[in-house]
């Protein structure tokens, strides 16, 4: 069926093929249907596989673009595989476990390529290089919900809740019974309760059973809203304190330095793969000055240290600032300045020009620091991102500003889920 010549309908049944995945975590199709791609108007639906034949039903329908389920698998892609997870489809926390492992990584790689050429408007011929680990048991950090703390809407429409479409949060009902544990369900604001989760490392999956029976000793009304889980060499430690089981500081190694966090710090989660990313954004820099922006506990402060005369820390949050002053003494880099403010509260006061800055902002990018960093106009800059989009579009503006990009490559932190890690390193032009 032609999208252009007989208008769709929610409801209505269509057989499609898979063309590609979208960052999202969506497979992408097109109302045209052919085995050759023939136009239409693009349908987006959960969990197929590139090259699945799809019977699927409209279920939302925007201006440019539909949303469908699946109804029936007609031929499934030589690339689908078995989800490992007996929760997968239910739970939201994974989107492509039904995705052969090397095919997600070579659409991962072209997540991070489409951003930069339709976001950044860059001409990018070539593939992105991913690097990978083990793709299982690799989670060192988890929040596991009693209730839904998302925007999620529950009316089976997508998108968030508006502000004042939202009501007070009631505290988790157990009925009588052990309250729910685990995580948000895919697409819907609400809480599946998990037995098991194979991403996460064994320490955290084998410690929801302690969790479990410390939440059945507390009150109903004493039940936090999540548990958040961190483990490292010396096993697993939640927060906040449950009966029977007081937060205590998890100890990492990456490298030859030893990171102490809270179970709810910021932290690379995936342990397996977080040392080849350090070493990928550190590279063979070095210099007298480098700035670490939005530096957490300090994952890129220490191994910079080696490498330059002095480092200037930066971050706002009150506990990671704290531990990036710890784990930099514990680790006697002494040459490490830790400072507590926002990035572009420091660059509005800093009078010093660096040899080369980092910067690892959170999903929405950078984009209030880069005038300031833009007139700071530092020899060279590593840009760590866990969203394409907004990298793209902050490498654009720096670009127009006066840098060049010279490499981009991307790090499967999150195997089985839409999620990717970029590094892109910059230099100014002459």
């Known amino acids: 069926m032609n999208a252009d010549m007989t208008p769709l309908s929610v409801g209505q049944l269509l057989e499609v093929t898979v063309e590609r995945l979208a960052f999202g975590g969506e497979a992408v199709t097109r109302t045209g249907g052919g085995e050759d791609g023939d136009g239409g108007l693009v349908v987006f639906v959960p969990f197929g596989v590139p090259g699945d034949r799809l019977q699927v039903e409209i279920t939302e329908i925007e201006k440019k673009f539909a949303r469908g389920k699946i109804v029936e698998i007609l031929t499934p892609s030589p690339d689908r595989v078995a989800p490992r997870c007996r929760h997968f489809g239910d739970c939201g926390g994974c989107q492509f476990q039904q995705v052969d492992y090397a095919v997600q990584l070579q659409q991962k790689g072209e997540f991070v390529r489409d951003a930069l050429v339709r976001n950044g408007g860059f001409e990018w011929p070539e593939p992105i290089v991913v690097h990978r680990a083990e793709p299982w048991g690799y989670r060192s950090r988890t929040q596991l919900k009693l209730h839904a703390t998302s925007g999620l809407r529950g009316d089976g429409r997508r998108g968030r809740l508006r502000r004042k479409e939202r009501q007070p949060r009631p505290r988790p009902a157990t009925a009588g019974g052990p309250p729910t544990l685990g ?187 880069i005038p300031a960093l833009l007139k700071l106009a530092a020899p060279r800059m590593v840009y760590v991102s866990c969203d394409p989009q907004t990298l793209a579009r902050d490498l654009r503006t720096l670009c127009d500003g006066g840098y060049q990009v010279e490499r981009v490559e991307a790090y499967d932190m999150f195997p089985q889920t839409y999620h990717v890690e970029s590094v892109a390193t910059l230099r100014r032009s002459s």
């Open 183 to 369: 995580f948000h369900r895919a697409f819907r604001h609400s809480v599946v309760d998990i037995q098991e989760c194979p991403v996460l490392a064994p320490a955290l999956e084998q410690g929801m059973s302690d969790v479990r029976t410390a939440l059945a000793a507390m009150d109903a009304e004493d039940l936090p809203y999540q548990i958040e889980g961190a483990c490292g060499v010396d096993g697993a430690s939640w927060a906040p304190d449950l009966p029977g089981m007081k937060k205590d500081l998890v100890e990492h190694h990456v490298g030859r330095f030893r990171y102490l966090i809270e179970p709810e710090s910021f932290f690379q989660a995936n342990h397996r793969l977080v040392g080849e990313l350090v070493a990928g954004a550190i590279g063979e820099e070095q210099g007298e000055l480098a700035f670490d922006l939005y530096a957490g506990v300090g994952l890129l402060s220490l191994p910079l240290a080696d490498r330059f005369a002095r480092v200037v820390a930066v971050e706002d949050e009150r506990r990671a600032a704290t531990l990036g002053r710890v784990n930099a003494k514990v680790n006697e880099q002494n040459n490490v300045t830790y400072l507590r403010a926002t990035t572009e509260q420091f660059l509005s006061k800093n009078k010093e020009r660096p040899d080369l800055v980092v910067l690892d902002p959170p999903r929405v990018g950078a984009k209030p620091a």
